[in-house]
């Protein structure tokens, strides 16, 4: 998993730095929420938090993306009851996702994203994930942005996964 943030990394950095001196990017700032799916959902009913995301513009309606943020999932109540027992007393389980892709406008509001990367958990012992994120969305002249995805991390043989809504302001 190292080896795929620091290819992430390299490859990120290299795009912006090749491209920095063509157009000037936006960024964006949103807040996020989701129905997490799957199995997972025995233990957590949703998710929330917040990102940042940098769009840069590499050719003609489509730009590389690198977003990161916060999102935290509260275990549902059945499961803090059970864990109880255990002496696990934690209440939700935090992480940061990293991500870059590529997001293409199919007209001048409407886009599809694809993004990839790394969700680290904020628990000890908790490891990292490989990140995978399509979406779409609408990105108004307002600087308004609503996006929907569908976001999963696997780590092993788990998956987390959620249906994500992220309302965003770009400047």
């Known amino acids: 998993m190292k080896k795929i943030l620091l290819i992430l990394a390299l490859v990120a950095g290299t795009t912006l730095s090749t491209l920095a001196q063509k157009t000037s990017g936006k960024f964006s700032i949103g807040l996020e ?4 799916t799957g199995d997972f959902s025995k233990f957590v009913d949703f998710a929330f938090g917040a990102s940042l995301k940098y ?3 590499i050719a003609d309606k489509m730009l590389f993306t690198v977003s990161g943020g916060y999102t935290y999932l509260p275990y549902n109540n ?3 009851t059970a864990t109880l027992g255990f002496g696990v007393a934690s209440s939700g ?7 870059a892709g590529i997001k293409y406008f199919f007209n001048s509001i409407v886009y599809g994203e694809g993004q990839l990367g790394a969700a680290i958990s904020t628990n000890s012992g908790g490891g990292t994930a490989f990140a995978y994120a399509p979406g779409i969305g609408v ?5 308004a942005d609503l996006g929907i ?13 959620q249906i994500a809504l992220r309302i965003a302001y770009s400047f």
Do not use: C, M, Q
């Not at 929420?33 to 997490?36: L, R, T």
């Not at 389980?93 to 991500?99: A, N, W």
């Not at 990105?139 to 600087?143: A, P």
């Open 33 to 36: 929420a989701g129905k997490i």
């Open 55 to 57: 769009n840069h513009p």
């Open 78 to 80: 059945d499961f803090k």
């Open 93 to 99: 389980e935090g992480f940061v996702p990293l991500k």
């Open 139 to 143: 990105e108004f002249g307002s600087g």
């Open 149 to 161: 995805r569908y976001e999963g991390w696997s780590k092993g043989s788990t998956t987390i996964s």
